[in-house]
């Protein structure tokens, strides 16, 4: 069967970060720590609430799109903080 959204979002994370694997690490293209993710957390809640109030089809990211980065920012933050106590 399906992996879920949790095992969905992991094997996103997997794939998008071949595009982005250029010798830089994660803590690079995240460089205020906590509050990069913070950031990119709010851009997703910020598209999300946009199709809440407005349902439409996307042109690029919808939805369900929209959510599996957010959990996977989430996790990103969450690593993050445990390298960062």
Do not use: C
Not at 11 to 40: C, I, T, W
């Amino acid at each position: 069967g399906a992996p879920g959204a949790l095992g969905e979002a992991g094997l996103l994370a997997v794939k998008k970060g071949g595009d982005y694997n250029d010798g830089h690490s994660r803590d690079e293209y995240f460089p205020l720590g906590l509050a990069s993710y913070a950031q990119m957390l709010h851009v997703k809640v910020l598209r999300l609430v946009s199709f809440a109030r407005n349902p439409r089809e996307a042109n690029f990211e919808g939805v369900r799109d929209t959510l599996l980065d957010a959990i996977n920012y989430a996790s990103f933050a969450a690593d993050w903080l445990g390298r960062n106590k």
